[in-house]
């Protein structure tokens, strides 16, 4: 879908933000799609890009990483994948928008972070620490990177220290 043609709601989503820094990735974006038709093959060539050469690292990470930082460091956690597909796929302007929320079967249970991208009148989830895309993503927010979609803020230390354990159930359907 042009730019010009895209809705005014989803422009924002093509913009660099404070993690996905997209104006610094054209060039690479771009060799990365290179021969893919313009829209969903370019995001998914992204994603297969994205398997291929970042090595996933479940708890490496417990603070937010730029696009550039993990390009850098080839290696990171959901959130760090989410934003360097975003960040990718802004440069083609592609609009990628980072979600927030759990998976089922997720093990071990955890906040899980993924993309998606608008393409074609419509927005498609993508995941690069899965190997196929299943059921069971349960969004809790929609935002252009990680700052927009903080499940908590803390100011300061902890007033009382709480635990959380968080179970994702698929449920039949009648």
């Known amino acids: 879908m042009a730019v010009q043609d895209l809705p005014d709601v989803e422009l924002s989503y093509l913009l660099p933000s404070r993690y996905c820094e997209s104006d610094r990735f054209g060039k ?27 090595r ?9 990483v ?3 930082e993990v ?4 290696s990171g956690v959901c959130r760090d ?3 360097l597909g975003i960040a990718l796929c802004r440069s083609l302007s592609i609009p990628a928008r980072m979600v927030v929320g759990y998976l089922y079967q997720l ?8 993309f998606e991208a608008y393409v074609g009148g419509r927005w498609y989830t993508f995941d690069a620490t899965q190997a196929e895309l299943r059921g069971g993503y349960v969004v809790l927010g929609y935002g252009r990177d990680a700052a927009d979609v903080a499940v908590y803020n803390q100011f300061g230390p902890a007033v009382h220290p709480t635990a959380q354990t968080v179970c994702v159930q698929c449920l039949k359907e009648n």
Do not use: C
């Open 28 to 54: 690479m974006a771009t060799e990365i799609t290179a021969g893919q038709p313009a829209g969903y093959d370019q995001v998914a060539a992204i994603v297969a890009w994205l398997r291929a050469n970042i």
């Open 66 to 68: 730029s696009a550039i």
């Open 71 to 74: 390009n850098l460091k080839q």
């Open 107 to 114: 093990d071990p249970m955890d906040l899980h972070a993924w």
């Open 56 to 64: 996933f690292a479940p708890g490496s990470s417990n603070v937010p």
């Open 81 to 83: 994948f989410a934003h």
